[in-house]
């Protein structure tokens, strides 16, 4: 018999996860917009079962990963690297016809979990007050979530491709405050607070501004030849 605690409990995960699941749409979005359209919906499928299950796993082991050192500031410049790469990678006139793509974008949608899992794991574990069964059924709930928001997202990629530099620049601003929450340089950050700000617009401005330039000499590259 459900409880109020219990149901509470439940709620709070809900909610946790339908927040946390905004950077999951967004990467699956940028992932997969290339993608031909008969290989999209499995590629969203298969990408947030991969995702939750990684959250649960994540999850489970939580307390033994953030014990390791100056993970989540590799983690936070592997997130950065993606970000760029998702930005300079992406086209907006031709659809990538390749069976690599398709597993090249399952690759990219696991790492990024991977990686924004490790920061975001805690929240759940602490929600959950220890109980996986509750973690999971929350999990399971922000399916649906995921994939709507995935779709959605990807719809309006395909018709307003300027917002691929907005999704890049929620992956870079979720990367600066990975490593602005890092155990190793919070003593640094308490002392320089206003460094905070400038790492989150030094991240946004290497993806945008960055990755905008760099795919622009790609392509007069690419034009001259």
Not at 30 to 37: G, M, Q, T, V
Not at 46 to 64: D, K, Q
Request: aromatic share 10%.
């Amino acid at each position: 018999m459900l409880t109020l605690e219990t149901m509470t409990q439940i709620l709070f995960i809900i909610g946790i996860d339908i927040v946390l699941g905004g950077d999951n749409a967004v990467v699956i979005a940028l992932a997969c917009r290339n993608l031909p359209d008969s290989h999209r919906n499995k590629a969203i499928m298969m990408g947030t079962a991969i995702a939750v299950g990684l959250r649960i796993a994540l999850t489970i082991v939580a307390v033994y990963l953030l014990m390791l050192p100056f993970l989540l500031i590799v983690g936070s410049l592997f997130l950065l690297y993606i970000s760029f790469k998702l930005v300079i990678d992406s086209e907006s006139n031709e659809t990538v016809q390749s069976t690599f793509s398709f597993w090249g974008a399952i690759r990219t949608i696991v790492i990024a979990d991977l990686i924004m899992g490790l920061d975001n794991v805690l929240a759940i574990a602490g929600a959950s007050e220890g109980k996986l069964p509750l973690v999971v059924f929350g999990l399971f709930i922000s399916i649906p979530i995921i994939v709507w928001g995935s779709r959605m997202i990807m719809h309006a990629l395909d018709h307003f491709p300027v917002l691929i530099y907005i999704g890049a620049g929620i992956l870079a601003f979720t990367s600066a405050r990975m490593l602005t929450s890092a155990a190793e340089l919070k003593t640094f950050f308490y002392t320089y607070p206003s460094m905070e700000v400038a790492t989150e617009i030094i991240f946004l401005l290497i993806v945008i501004v960055g990755g905008w330039l760099v795919k622009k000499v790609k392509g007069n590259i690419l034009y001259i030849y």
